[in-house]
């Protein structure tokens, strides 16, 4: 272990000795670690300088080891975490573990936050501390506008390396949270790839459950206990505290919102992909149908970039039935009078789509009239303002090649 490793530091015993016994490492992991100059450097200073109060161990699949300051993000190995319970150095002579809150850090955002304040550990340590449970959130998640977490209770004398604690783990884990919240699914597009609508159906429901998740936690009796002290330490950062779980209740309101909606298009995008190619034309109109009531109904997806993102997937879905019904291999081989008839289809088929979202935009106002908002009025209707080559760009290129091979077999069979 650690602490026969002769690293000449103590302080750095416990750090090696906690973090191999919880990754369950060799020492020679830890020495490979320590023995890089700038990693032993890192972890010196760490408890040299006051105003570095946070360390981080990351653990690949591998055990190797890597040193930081700042808190992981979109951690998927193990890490530990080490930070100071005050703005102070730590001497080498010092017993370490009374001065540092410590522990691992989950996959998920939030659970060492419940961790951190164990009832074990809180209860045992800060015992002068008021655990009254907090008031109930002032209404439930469907009906509030906005959620607040209700903060009236008195606490006597209030540790201070508790307050400041908290407000590192608020820190360190605020950015872990504005990323789940930032989270978008345009991203496979921007990464080049060609996503089907479900992508963008699966990435809602993960969404929803995650922020679920994380607002389930943050409004945890133990969690909300560390915002009341927070609030009766007078502590700077209690208000952000509280924006947070705000933000995090109107992200999961509207994230539950477009979840609900895109989960009724989801059969009709499983038929039309499952669908035989001469079958695709009767399950266009359903399907931009309710595209143009989802615009309509849900105010979460109301939105140009997000709509266009399904428009955009939409297309992606089209030109891969087009793909698989023209598979190269068959075209080569079929004679042209056989292989033009297919390419006329695909073309009727790009046709008949396209022209099926130009007719659904044109009637995009009359899809407001079938619904109302919360209050049970109506709905001022909100149109497609947007440009078509945005959603339509790569399905144009894709019908313009299609075009270009049909006249080519028409070239061909003129010729012969």
Same mark, same amino acid.
């Given at each position: %272990? ?59 699949? &591998? ?7 700042? /808190? ?20 080498k002579d010092v017993v370490v573990n009374k001065l540092l809150v410590y522990g691992d850090l ?44 209700? %903060?009236?209770?008195? /606490? ?15 820190? &360190? ?18 990464? @080049? ?32 206990? %560390? ?16 924006? %947070? ?15 609900a909606h895109l989960s009724v298009l989801r059969p009709h995008i499983e038929d039309m992909e ?47 039935? /087009? ?18 008839i297919k390419v006329q289809e695909t073309l009727r088929l790009l046709k008949t789509f396209k ?20 209050? @049970? ?19 144009? &290129? ?19």
């Amino acid at each position: %272990m650690a602490s026969e490793l002769e690293l000449d530091d103590k302080r750095a015993e416990f750090i090696a000795n906690y973090v191999l016994k919880s990754n369950k490492l060799k020492g020679d992991k830890w020495m490979k670690l320590w023995n890089t100059d700038d990693a032993k450097q890192l972890i010196v200073d760490f408890f040299d300088k006051p105003e570095i109060t946070e360390l981080y161990i990351l653990a690949s699949a &591998a055990g190797t080891l890597q040193a930081q300051y700042e /808190c992981p993000s979109g951690l998927k190995l193990k890490a530990c975490f080490f930070m100071k319970k005050e703005k102070t150095s730590i001497k080498k002579d010092v017993v370490v573990n009374k001065l540092l809150v410590y522990g691992d850090l989950s996959h998920s955002p939030l659970e060492h936050f419940s961790a951190f304040v164990d009832e074990e550990n809180f209860v045992g340590r800060f015992s002068s501390v008021d655990h009254r449970k907090f008031d109930k959130v002032s209404d439930s998640l469907s009906r509030s506008k906005s959620t607040t977490v209700g %903060m009236h209770h008195n /606490c006597s004398k209030i540790s201070k390396s508790l307050v400041y604690s908290i407000e590192s783990l608020v820190i &360190a884990w605020s950015h872990q949270i504005h990323k789940a919240l930032l989270k978008d699914s345009a991203q496979p597009l921007l990464d @080049g790839l060609h996503p089907s609508p479900l992508v963008e159906m699966d990435f809602w429901k993960a969404k929803t459950v995650n922020l679920e998740n994380i607002f389930d936690q943050l409004n945890s009796p133990k969690v909300r206990q %560390m915002a009341q002290i927070l609030e009766n330490a007078n502590s700077c950062y209690f208000i952000p505290f509280k924006e %947070m779980f705000k933000s995090v209740v109107t992200a999961l309101r509207e994230s539950q919102d477009i979840h609900a909606h895109l989960s009724v298009l989801r059969p009709h995008i499983e038929d039309m992909e499952q669908a035989e190619f001469d079958q695709l034309p009767l399950h266009i109109e359903p399907v931009f149908s309710l595209i143009c009531l989802i615009w309509a109904s849900s105010t979460g997806y109301r939105q140009p970039g997000r709509i266009l993102i399904l428009l955009q997937e939409l297309c992606n879905l089209v030109i891969d039935q /087009c793909r698989n019904y023209l598979d190269p291999t068959e075209i080569l081989k079929a004679e042209p009078e056989e292989a033009i008839i297919k390419v006329q289809e695909t073309l009727r088929l790009l046709k008949t789509f396209k022209e099926a979202y130009e007719q659904h935009r044109t009637k995009l106002a009359g899809y407001f009239k079938e619904v109302n908002d919360y209050n @049970g009025q109506q709905i001022e209707p909100v149109l497609w303002e947007f440009k078509t080559e945005l959603a339509f760009n790569r399905f144009d &290129a894709f019908a313009k090649r299609i075009d270009a091979i049909h006249v080519s077999y028409l070239a061909s069979l003129v010729s012969g």
